[in-house]
């Protein structure tokens, strides 16, 4: 229960577990309204939870892009300095993009 750390991960557990006991005859009304402070409680110190993955993982995609970017350009200057036509060496650069 303390590893659940998003409020959608917690809704789906009580859900699962209330619905599940209720339905096979396993837990009563009184474990149901503890199953629901255990809800409500772990509801609150989640939402002090402030959640910036998704700007995380952006920011870290884009400096991985500008470094993919940069890689790639060094990449199409040498194979120009070595006499290839620039078009040439841009395409054959993003042919072999999972390389950078």
């Known amino acids: 229960m303390s590893l659940i750390d998003n409020r959608l991960d917690l809704f789906a557990w009580f859900e699962s577990i209330s619905t ?5 005859g396993e837990i009563n009304n009184a ?9 409500e ?9 402030s959640i910036n993955n998704t700007t995380t993982i952006e920011k870290k995609t884009d400096e991985l892009n500008n470094l993919t970017k940069g890689k790639m350009e060094l990449y199409v200057k ?3 300095e ?8 841009r395409t054959h650069a993003l042919n072999h993009l999972d390389k950078f």
Do not use: C, T
């Not at 599940?20 to 096979?24: A, E, Q």
């Not at 070595?82 to 060496?89: F, M, N, R, T």
């Open 20 to 24: 599940d006991g209720i339905l096979k």
């Open 31 to 39: 474990q149901l309204e503890l199953l629901r402070i255990h809800y």
């Open 41 to 49: 409680s772990n509801k609150k110190r989640i939402g002090g939870i």
């Open 78 to 80: 040498m194979l120009v």
């Open 82 to 89: 070595e006499g290839y036509p620039e078009e040439y060496a």
